[in-house]
C-alpha cells in the first residue's frame, strides 16, 4: 500500500517532470509562431524606421547622403540645440500646443453635446444626425478645404457675407496672423468631433438605466444625472477620446498644409508640418531630431493621460 | 529590459563611431557615349502634364529606333522629388528622370547622376541659363529639356481704361498700378505672390538692380540691391496698390475678375489664363517683358532638366533618347504637344513657336534670364527668403532688415556644396 503510493507519487512527479515540460515548450515556441507575423511587421515597419531616425537625429545626415547613410559624422546633440534656437521650430512649437490645448476640449465637449443631444432628446432624425456629423470624419481634406475656403473668404465668403448683413466687417480668415489658426481650430473641430461622438454614443448606451432610476428616486435633477452619473461612467470613453485626440491633434498637418501652407508668417506652421518641411529640405538628421523630442512629448502625454484619467477602481 | 536597452544603445554608438565623412567630394568626369545603334528598354520618369503626355510621345523615337522601347511611369510634381531621393537610396534608379531645375546640386552630390557625355550633347545650342541649371561643380550633369520664365501679364482693356502703356521701367511700374486702381477700378492694382514660391518675385528684382545672391561660393543677401528690391516690391503694398490680405489660392481669379489688373508669372499661364478666362479673355490681356530696373530687365529661369542614372543598364540608348528630346526638331513639336517652351534657341525659329506673340515675349526673355545656384541647400534657403519677403509685404520688416536677416539665416544653412 505504501509502496504503491509511494510509486505511483514516484511515476507522477516523473512524468510532470518528463511529459509536460516539452509539451510547455512547444507551446511556447507555438505562441512565438502565431505572434511572430505581428512581431516582425512591428520590427521592420516600426521600431526600426522609429529607432533609424533616432540614431540619424545626432548625425549630420542629409539627403546628399543617400547612397552612403553612414558615411556621415556624428553630432552629438548639435541638433537637438538648434532645435531650442530655431524661430521657425518654437513658433511650430507653440502653434501645436495652441492646437491641442483649444482643439482638444472643443471637440470632446460638441462630441459629447451631440451624443448625449442625439442619445436622449431628438427621436426620429437620430439617423440623419448622426451621419451628418459623422460625414466630416470621412470625407477627403481637399473636398473640405475647398468648402471652407468659400466659407472662409473674405470677399464673397458666406461667413463675412453673414457678418456684413449685421454690420461686422470681417476680417480675412486666413491671410489674417490672428485669425488664421483660430480658424482652423474650428475646422478641425468641426471635422473631427463626429467621431467623438460615435465613441461616446455607444458609450451611453453602456449605461445602467437602473443608475438613472435610483438617482430619480435620490431626487437627482438631469444636470446631476449628467454630472453624477453619465460622466462617470463616460470615464473609460473619455480617456480614449481625450488621448486619441490630443495625439490627433499633436500631429496636427493637413489642415495647414491644404489651407495655408503654414502661413502667413507661420503662424500656422504646426510641429508636424515644421518637420515635414525639414525631411522635403534633405535635412534628414535635424528633421529626425525634431521628430523624437515630438514623439517624446506625445508619449509623455499619452502617459500622463492614462495615469489621471484611468477608471478609479484599477 | 533596461539592460536590452543599454546593449542597444552600446550597439548604436558602435555603428555610430564606424561612421564619419572620408571627405572626398565627387569626382565625376564626363565619359564619351556610344551613338551607334539603341537597343532594348529603358524606363523614364517625368512628372505632371509632360508625364503624362511623354508616353505617346515616345512612340515617334521608337519608330526611329527599332529595337529600342520606352517605359514612361508619369507621377505627380510634389512627390517626385522625395521618389528619386528614395530611388537614389534603394539603388533602384530608372534610366532617365525628368527633374525639377533647382534640384540638380542636391542629385549630383550623391553621386547618383551620369555627366553629359561631352560627343553627344552640344550645350551652345541651349539658353546659357538653362545651361547653368544642369552645371555642378564645373561638371554638367544631364540637358535642359524645357524651360520657362517669366513676364509681365496685364489686362490690356483696364490698361485702355486707365489710358496707360504697360510699364517699361520700375518707376511706371508703380505709376501704371495707382492708375489701373484710380481709373480702371482694379482694386487690387497688381498681384504680386508673397507667400509659398515668392521667392521667384524677388530674385528678378535683384538682378535687375544690378545684384546676385551669391558671389565666390557665399551667400551674399545683405546687399544695396536686395535691399533695392525689396523696398521696390514693398512699395506697392505701402501705396495700397498691391493685394496682401487675399487667400491663398485668390489668385489667377482675381486677374480674370479684373480685381487685379497685372502679375508676373511664366508661359504656363497663358493656356491657364485662355482655359479659365473664357471665351474672349484672350483679347483682353497680354504679355509684355519685365519692366526693367536700373540693371535691365532680367528675368528668372526655370523648367525642367533630364538626367541619366549611373545605374542604368542602358547607357547608349538613355543617352539617345535624352539627345532626341534636346533636338531642336522635336522640341518644337513638344511644344506643340505640352506648351513647354523650348531649351534649345534655334526651335524658336519654328512657325508653330512664332504664331503666338505672347510665347515670342518668352523667348526674347530667355536670353538674359537667370538662375539661383544649384546649391543642395536651395529649398531651405528660398523658405527663408520667402518667410521674410512676407514680412515686408506685410510692412511688418523693413527692407534692409529682412536683407539682414536673409543673410545670417542663409549662413546659418549654407550652400551645402
Redesign the interface.
Known sequence: MSTAAATRRGLDRASRRAGPAPRRARGRFMAWVFAAPFLILFLVMYAGPL?AGL?MS??DL??????H??????VGLANYQRLMHDD?MRKAAWNTFFFVATGVPLTIVFGLAAAVALHSGIGRAKTFFRTGYFLPQVTSIIGIAVAW?FL???QSGLLNEALGAIGVHGP?W????RTALPSLVAMATWRGFGFDMVIFLAALQGVPRELYEAADVDGAGTWAKFRRVTLPMLRPALLFTVVYSTIGYMQFLEEPFV???G????STLSASYAIY?QF????YGYAGAAASVLFTVIVALSFVQFRVLRPKHL | MRKQVTA?LLA?AV????????GTATDDKAKNVDTGKASGTITVWAQGSEGEQLGAFAKQFEAANPGVTVNVTPMGMDVA??KI??A??G?ATPDVSMIGTTWMG?LA????VDPTPGNLIDKSRFFPGSWDTVTFDGVAYGVPWYVETRAFYYRTDLAAKAGVKPPATWQETQSFAKAVKDKAGASQGVYQNY??GSWQELLPLVWQSGGDIVRDGKWTFDTPQMTQALTQFQSFYKAGTAP??????AFPQNFIKGQAAAFYSGPWMIYALDKDGGAGFADKYDVAPYPKGSAGGTSLMGGGDLVVFKKTKNRAAAWKFVQWLSDPATQAKWFQTVKDLPAVQSAFGDPALKADKRVAVFGETLKTAKTPPPY??W??VA?VLE?EI??VA?L?ESPADAAKTMQTKADGIGT?A
Open positions: 529607432l540614431g545626432f548625425t542629409r539627403s546628399t547622403d543617400v547612397r547613410p553612414l558615411n556621415v559624422n556624428g521657425a475656403r472662409l473668404d473674405p480675412a486666413l491671410a489674417d496672423e489651407m495655408t501652407k502661413g502667413p508668417l507661420d518641411f522635403g529640405a534633405g535635412n | 542597444g548604436a555603428v555610430l563611431s564606424g561612421c564619419g565623412r572620408s522629388h522625395d531621393i528614395s537614389i537610396a539603388g542636391e552630390k550623391t553621386g547618383a507667400t509659398v496682401n490680405k487675399v487667400d491663398e489660392g543642395p541647400t529649398d531651405q523658405h518667410t512676407q514680412k506685410l511688418k551645402g
